[in-house]
């Protein structure tokens, strides 16, 4: 993977990290980084399918 699509993943991975210690630290707000943690880890491996994607068409038509 390029630079470029793998820094998507990284975010989303630490957005869901990020999310999930606050659902610890702060329990009034428990439910809502749950949410968001889980939301972060959907958008991860939604855009590292979305770079497969891409890097598969590029090979496709690279081999045309």
Do not use: C, I
Request: net charge positive; glycine share 4%.
């Amino acid at each position: 993977f390029y630079l470029s699509r793998a820094s998507p993943l990284s975010s989303f991975m630490f957005l869901s990290q990020y999310e999930a210690r606050k659902a610890s630290t702060d329990p009034a707000h428990a439910s809502k980084h749950k949410h968001e943690a889980e939301l972060g880890g959907v958008a991860a491996l939604a855009s590292s399918g979305y770079a497969f994607y891409e890097h598969r068409q590029k090979e496709k038509y690279r081999n045309w």
